[in-house]
């Protein structure tokens, strides 16, 4: 199952780099010169905090936003996806190379993290920017809380375990 897995994530990286770079070249003339080294400096830098376990997703909206490179936070989510596609599926490969932990829960988490992305960057796009801006800032609120207990040792939330367990024990 592990196998077949790594096949899908290479699929899904060659899906993503062919549909996104016909995507860059068809817009080509709507990038701004200067936004393109800033972005991928951004993508360089929250990527790297995203492998140490940090995350990309925060970082990489506060850092969006003091650089401008979004014009609409209607967007954001979309941006957030899309940018981090890529790198994530790349963290994935090699994470699932080196690290143990058991096929079918690689397979729920990556076939949650992919229905969910699909269909909540689809429904975002249409709702109000305040209301995408009040969602984001209420889940990083929550994120940023949840990171200080834990590591505060208020509270014991992610284990060490490398698989679901059913809860019909």
Not at 3 to 15: A, E, P, R, S, Y
Request: aromatic letters at 8%; a neutral charge; one cysteine or more.
């Amino acid at each position: 199952m592990k196998t077949v897995l790594l096949v899908v994530l290479i699929g899904f990286i060659g899906l993503h780099v062919s549909v996104f770079g016909r995507d860059i070249f068809k817009h080509r003339k709507d990038l701004g010169e200067e936004s393109m080294p800033i972005s991928i400096g951004i993508g360089f830098i929250t990527d790297f905090f995203d492998t140490l376990g940090i995350g990309a997703f925060a970082p990489t909206t506060l850092l969006v936003k003091v650089t401008r490179q979004l014009d609409d936070d209607r967007k954001l989510p979309g941006t957030l996806n899309v940018s981090h596609a890529l790198s994530c599926l790349l963290e994935a490969l090699i994470f699932i190379t080196v690290v143990k932990v058991e096929p079918l829960t690689l397979f729920l988490l990556v076939a949650s993290a992919t229905v969910g992305s699909w269909i909540g960057s689809r429904y975002v796009t249409g709702l109000p920017e305040q209301r995408v801006q009040f969602v984001m800032g209420l889940a990083l609120i929550v994120t940023a809380i949840l990171m200080t207990l834990k590591q505060t040792g208020m509270i014991n939330i992610l284990g060490e375990t490398n698989y679901i367990e059913s809860s019909k024990n």
